[in-house]
């Protein structure tokens, strides 16, 4: 009987509460074949002076010995030393086809720290029953802007994000800190060395990508636009009337009515 790589895969991941990447799966393998190669180590026979083995006493069944099940051709025999990444996503995309086809609340997803087995949405309510968990809170309009604008600029600082957003962004980071979808990445190189603030894997599994480069585009929170925005807002320039529309000869009359008046103090001209 041929080895068969889904069923093995299949069991690691249920039998994992973390997610399995690529790398922790073929490791998986790698130390099969080195414990193959390791020598049994016969056990130690009892001291001929040392106290004899215990038994039972009457009425009490014998210690239960355990022991391995018999060794399954189908999962330990002929196991490849080298399985690539290609098969093993290969395999993967298999059974998380078979569990989205079976339709029985199990669905196999690839976030940023590999793949996991997860209950399907539509059992949110159950689980949480079970768990006696309270409904999650949804993030404010707020705190979903100040995401996206970290998510986007990051590192990025809160005085950065106040800039971008014209309000105070101190209640949203806060609450985005302790839902821990962004952490504090370190310090900006500006007066006062302003923290700086990026997103976590849990906002990946939170929006449901695998990594930042998943992101849209967005033409408004681009990373050149986002540049030009901050910069303007922290060096604002100052329109004069030009600027502003006035027509020439409005501009030009404004200018000789300035120059004719006299100062404060002055005397007038005989």
Request: proline letters at 10%.
């Amino acid at each position: 009987m041929a080895f068969n790589l889904k069923k093995v895969i299949k069991a690691l991941l249920f039998s994992s509460s973390q997610p399995l990447a690529i790398k922790d799966l073929q490791a998986a393998f790698t130390r099969f074949h080195e414990q193959a190669l390791l020598p049994l180590v016969p056990e130690a026979p009892a001291a001929a002076d040392g106290p004899p083995p215990a038994t039972p006493a009457a009425g009490e069944e014998p210690a239960e010995v355990i022991a391995e099940p018999p060794q399954d051709p189908e999962l330990y025999a002929d196991v490849p030393s080298l399985v690539t990444s290609s098969q093993i996503r290969e395999v993967v995309d298999e059974i998380a086809a078979e569990l989205r086809a079976a339709d029985e609340g199990l669905l196999l997803i690839e976030g940023a720290s590999g793949y996991r087995l997860v209950t399907h949405p539509r059992f949110a309510r159950w689980v949480r029953i079970l768990r006696a968990e309270p409904p999650p809170l949804k993030l404010s309009p707020s705190s979903l802007e100040t995401l996206s604008v970290v998510a986007y600029r990051q590192p990025v600082t809160r005085a950065e994000i106040e800039a971008i957003r014209g309000v105070s962004a101190e209640a949203g980071v806060n609450k985005l800190l302790e839902r821990e979808l962004i952490y504090i990445t370190g310090r900006a190189e500006a007066p006062g060395r302003p923290l700086q603030y990026g997103t976590t894997d849990k906002f990946l599994e939170f929006v449901g990508i695998k990594s930042l480069d998943e992101l849209p585009a967005s033409d408004v929170l681009s990373t050149r636009q986002l540049d030009d925005w901050l910069q303007n807002a922290m060096n604002p320039t100052r329109l004069g009337d030009a600027e502003m529309g006035l027509p020439e000869e409005q501009l030009s009359l404004q200018g000789t009515a300035a120059e004719e008046r006299p100062s404060a103090g002055g005397t007038q001209p005989d």
